[in-house]
């Protein structure tokens, strides 16, 4: 399988740091395909066992092992899906992507002083974003890996068939599909600048629990979906127009003492989001939509068991 992004392909017994320089390629490409950072990390896990329970001889056979790493963290998503779809059928209330742990501030850069190593973060771009990510949640497990692996990785349709096990049109025609699925989701950008100003005065009116502000700042059609896993209290269907968003979410600070709560400005999957924080634990993350000057959509992760990576130590 050819590997546009292999760092050489030279015959002969690759060394371990040559293997392992891909780790960060898998990442990337396991996460957009799953939408759960932990589950593609057990994926790269698993892919590089595989690798080294092959012999000596079986390495030295392959030509790229960056293509042949690529194919077998492919397929291992691929099956991944399957199951997922019906795990996620059964999951209690809304599925969300878990979002990436980051602790960037949106314009004044680590807030923490402390360096991230490249191998251990997924690079951030418009392929993670949560708006691009929940469509992908929407695509057959075929359509999401040859549109992932052709539009975003560059990876020809015959290196896409060889993976979905369909002929390179049969490919071809899996993206096409799923590219459909993107425009038809895809709203007019909003710089960065611009989702930053409408995302602070979101919490500067969320802090001051002023409803009127919140209604002025959501699109009337506005939706919020809440993914507590059924361990947290949060609700079991999306909550659908301004008016009924802006009474939810002040009526969630009377419940929990504003003095105690801290609502944080922190990148997430690339744009402006926030965190909240009883104390050092993290209690949601808050990744939005937004169009113009208005928040079509906010994606809350509260299920603990997403957020474990966004808790300091």
Request: aromatic share 6%; glycine share 6%; net charge negative.
């Amino acid at each position: 399988m050819t590997n546009p992004y292999a760092p050489g392909s030279g015959q002969g017994d690759p060394s371990l740091s040559a293997i392992m320089s891909e780790r960060r390629q898998l990442i990337n490409l396991a996460y957009r395909l799953l939408g759960s950072l932990a589950e593609a990390e057990d994926v790269v896990q698993e892919t590089y066992a595989r690798w080294y329970a092959l012999s000596p001889q079986e390495q030295q056979a392959i030509e790229s092992p960056g293509g042949w790493l690529t194919k077998v963290a492919s397929r291992i998503c691929l099956d991944l899906l399957g199951s997922a779809r019906v795990r996620r059928e059964s999951y209690v209330g809304e599925w969300v992507p878990e979002p990436l742990p980051e602790h960037t501030e949106w314009l004044n850069g680590p807030s923490d002083g402390t360096t991230v190593d490249p191998a251990d973060r997924v690079t951030l771009d418009e392929s993670v974003n949560m708006a691009f990510l929940v469509v992908l949640e929407s695509m057959t497990p075929a359509e999401r890996v040859a549109f992932i692996l052709h539009d975003v990785f560059r990876y020809p349709f015959a290196d896409v068939a060889d993976i979905v096990g369909r002929s390179p049109a049969a490919c071809r025609q899996l993206a096409s599909s799923a590219r459909r699925r993107i425009r038809a989701s895809h709203a007019p950008t909003t710089s960065t600048a611009q989702q930053a100003r409408v995302v602070k005065d979101f919490k500067q009116a969320w802090e001051a629990k002023d409803i009127n502000a919140l209604i002025g700042l959501l699109d009337p059609d506005a939706t919020a979906i809440g993914d507590g896993g059924g361990i947290t209290s949060a609700t079991l269907r999306p909550i659908e127009g301004a008016e009924q968003i802006a009474r939810f979410l002040t009526a969630t600070n009377r419940r929990i003492a504003i003095s105690d709560l801290t609502i944080l400005e922190r990148t997430v999957n690339g744009q402006p989001g926030l965190v909240t924080q009883l104390g050092d634990v993290t209690m949601s993350v808050m990744a939005f939509d937004v169009v113009g000057d208005r928040i079509k959509h906010i994606w809350t992760v509260l299920n603990p068991d997403k957020l474990r990576p966004w808790t300091a130590d």
